[in-house]
């Protein structure tokens, strides 16, 4: 949760930093749930193309069957070149399969994109799907990037995040009665560490505080039910003082 | 000051900004005084910066974290006008656009009228069929027989049906903007994907005008590509350029980085492959209402140069006069 960014992390978080100064977290997300979100797409895709092909059949009746073809196919154009344009330009910068999976298309300073990148990165969708259907270029092109983008996010300056916060599971411990001073100067991940352990310890069994407590025995100077308390002691410490 | 105290001192503001935001959120202006909204924006964004710095936890740090976010993305939203920005973009941005590329428009260009030459070429000499076959396979033989098979008036006698014109525009649109697109997208791969397809279709047009010289009449086939052939030739050309920027920004990074030359290159193409479609959109009217009418030849060859001359004059001298510097200037920004 801290700003540092140097080293590698283990969670998908990238902070960017706006003209107020202040930096945001945005949650990339990955391969899976885009896939997920491309099929939930193309059910609709598919789906609206065969019910307003119908009902296009049937008004050819009055239309005139030439007249409701060429609209079929203004139809098949729409759906295979403007639907995640549209949808992604829009107000809700998702398309509608997207939106099911709580994502969201944004540039990469966090703002809603154009509608000029929703057409860059779609278009692109004929590059990245090769081999057809299978995403190859899109899906290597994620892997190498820090950010999962695949060609269309890179010439569009896009990345795909989750739009809704996850809900955040806590729960605190009750706090120790012994506050302690640790016994060395901590840097302010480690004070956040501390904290954060803190802050979730409620979730977990004594068991796993304990495990969990273990690895920092050399900053508590003991294990077991000894050394948890001794680094709840701390993160008490560093709250008070603060 | 601990968490539970700075959360308690602006509380209420906190509530006051969420509340701001639904009300935009949901209906968009309303009766909200939104002039106050980037002052409370730059508040939160403070609270966020003084929260994570002095670590008053996750709970919080997220909370501020997604109000941030939510103002950001309400401020950012981008303006329209969109007519005034059509207007501006077919009478100045698409043709300096175009201009300013001119070394890809030379490559392009050669890329399908050399083949196709050398194929139309080819097939007046050699009139042998068994490869013109391969190139447009029977199925286009025969139909390019039925549309082009005699000289009177043959394909306004197929498009006399009604609704049939329409049919045909739609068509059209599906097919040869599709084309555009996907000459444009195979762009990404190091231009290789719109030298194949400009190539492949300079090919196969060679094949047809061979096919055509020799086995059917001439002069139907020429009254009906007459009238659109400028706009649909030109704007497949434009869409390899699109490609071909996009191309070059992966094999040409020069300076930047390959993110920032990526990210250049799509901003460069874009006005080349809106034009393109654009130009396209128009063809495909001209074909699907005019290029199919029972007309004397003489009247459709004039309008086909007289197009062509305006198409050929509207990419040279557009936007010239609304000043070099203004051209410049949205390249700069386009750059």
């Known amino acids: ?242 | 000051m601990q968490g539970k105290e700075f959360q308690e001192k602006n509380e209420q503001r906190w509530a006051e900004y969420e509340q701001a935001l639904n009300a935009l959120e949901k209906k968009g202006e309303g009766r909200l005084d939104v002039a106050r909204l980037p002052a409370m924006f730059k508040e939160i964004c403070t609270d966020l910066a003084l929260s994570r710095h002095r670590m008053y936890g996750v709970a919080m740090n997220e909370r501020l974290n997604g109000l941030v976010i939510r103002g950001h993305k309400l401020i950012h939203r981008r303006a329209g006008g969109t007519w005034e920005q059509l207007l501006r973009f077919v009478t100045v941005d698409f043709p300096v656009a175009v201009r300013a590329e001119w070394r890809l428009f030379w490559v392009a260009t050669l890329t399908f009228i050399l083949p196709m030459l050398g194929v139309a070429l080819a097939g007046f000499y050699w009139p042998d069929f068994s490869w013109v076959e391969v190139v447009l396979g029977s199925e286009m033989m025969s139909s390019l027989d039925s549309m082009y098979g005699e000289s009177d008036g043959q394909i306004a006698h197929l498009r006399s049906e009604y609704g049939s014109n329409f049919m045909m525009f739609c068509h059209y649109i599906m097919n040869n903007i599709g084309i555009d697109f996907r000459i444009y997208a195979g762009g990404i791969l190091a231009c290789l994907g719109s030298l194949f397809f400009l190539f492949y279709n300079g090919v196969y047009f060679g094949a047809v005008i061979a096919y055509i010289h020799v086995a059917c009449s001439k002069e139907s086939f020429y009254t009906f590509v007459a009238g659109h052939s400028s706009f649909e030739l030109i704007a497949m050309v434009i869409a390899g350029m699109a490609g071909l920027r996009v191309g070059l920004g992966l094999l040409h990074p020069g300076r930047k980085t390959m993110r920032r030359s990526l990210m250049d290159a799509g901003k460069r193409s874009l006005p080349l492959i809106f034009g393109a479609a654009l130009m396209t959109f128009v063809a495909a009217g001209i074909e699907g209402f005019w290029s199919a009418r029972d007309l004397p030849p003489m009247v459709k060859y004039t309008t086909g140069v007289i197009m062509w001359v305006l198409v050929v004059a509207y990419l040279i001298f557009a936007g010239r006069s609304v000043g070099v510097g203004a051209g410049r200037r949205g390249n700069q920004r386009e750059a």
């Open chain 1, 1 to 242: 949760m801290l700003h540092g960014r140097q080293e590698p992390r283990l969670d998908t978080l990238q902070s960017i930093e706006l003209a107020e100064g202040v930096e945001i977290h945005l949650r990339m997300a990955g391969p899976y749930v885009r896939v997920l979100a491309y099929l939930l797409d193309l059910l609709i895709r598919g789906g609206v193309s065969v019910g307003v092909g119908l009902l296009l059949m049937l008004a050819g009746a009055v239309l005139g069957f030439n007249v409701a073809t060429g609209l079929n196919m203004l139809l098949t154009f729409f759906l295979m070149f403007f639907y995640y344009i549209l949808f992604e330009a829009g107000k809700h910068g998702a398309s509608p399969g997207k939106r099911v999976m709580g994502l969201r298309v944004v540039d990469t300073s966090g703002a809603p994109i154009s509608f000029g990148q929703s057409f860059i990165r779609n278009m692109l969708r004929f590059a990245d799907g090769m081999p057809i259907p299978f995403y190859g270029f899109g899906l290597l092109s994620m892997l190498a990037t820090q950010r999962f983008q695949r060609l269309g996010d890179l010439l569009a300056n896009t990345v795909v995040v989750y739009d809704r916060l996850p809900h955040l599971q806590m729960a605190a411990l009750p706090p120790v009665l012994e506050s302690r001073a640790p016994g060395v100067p901590l840097t302010r991940e480690e004070q956040a560490a501390l904290a954060g352990f803190r802050e979730r310890g409620g979730m977990w069994s004594e068991a796993r505080r304990i495990e969990l407590a273990d690895h920092a025995s050399e900053l508590s100077g003991a294990t077991g039910v000894t050394g948890m308390s001794r680094l709840l002691g701390m993160a008490h410490w560093l709250g008070e003082k603060h």
